[in-house]
Every structure is written in C-alpha cells, then in structure tokens.
C-alpha cells in the first residue's frame, strides 16, 4: 500500500519560509518531498502504512515546529 500527505503552510514572507525549508530540508530523506512556493512551505510524505505515515507526519511537523520558533527569535 502506498499513502501519501500534502502539505501546505503559508507564512507572511518568502524569507521565513525559505528560512524553515532549509532548517527542515536536511531531514526529508526518502519519505518527505519539500519546497518553497512563494510564501508557502509545501511537502509531500509518502509511507508505506497509516501508522508509518502519522509517525513520519508527527516527526515533520514538530521539525517545522521548532525551526519556526528558532526564525521568529532572530
């Protein structure tokens, strides 16, 4: 079985965007797509079970997460 997730965040400006993209980039390995469009984050995960992919997706998002509040302090 292959599932996949899309997701989209619009920040306020083009700089915090492409500032989470790379703090969260380095992390995408096989399962997670990412990119910057404009002022919008967009990811695809992809898995191989819906246990797989609620993992990869919590792991994703506590990523984003934290690169956010380590862009908005400076």
Same mark, same amino acid.
Request: with cysteine; aromatic share 6%.
């Given at each position: 079985?292959?599932?996949? @997730?899309?997701?989209?965040? !619009?920040?306020?400006?083009?700089k915090?965007?492409?500032?989470v *993209?790379?703090?969260?980039?380095? $992390?995408?390995?096989?399962?997670?797509?990412?990119?910057? @469009?404009?002022?919008?984050? !967009?990811a695809?995960?992809?898995s191989?079970?819906?246990?797989? *992919?609620?993992?990869?997706?919590? $792991?994703?998002?506590?990523?984003?997460?934290?690169?956010?509040?380590?862009?908005?302090?400076?």
């Amino acid at each position: 079985m292959k599932i996949q @997730c899309r997701i989209e965040i !619009k920040y306020n400006d083009r700089k915090k965007a492409n500032m989470v *993209l790379r703090s969260i980039k380095v $992390d995408d390995f096989d399962f997670v797509e990412s990119k910057t @469009c404009g002022t919008k984050l !967009k990811a695809i995960i992809n898995s191989g079970s819906i246990s797989s *992919l609620i993992h990869t997706l919590d $792991d994703y998002l506590a990523c984003i997460s934290v690169a956010e509040k380590i862009v908005d302090k400076n």
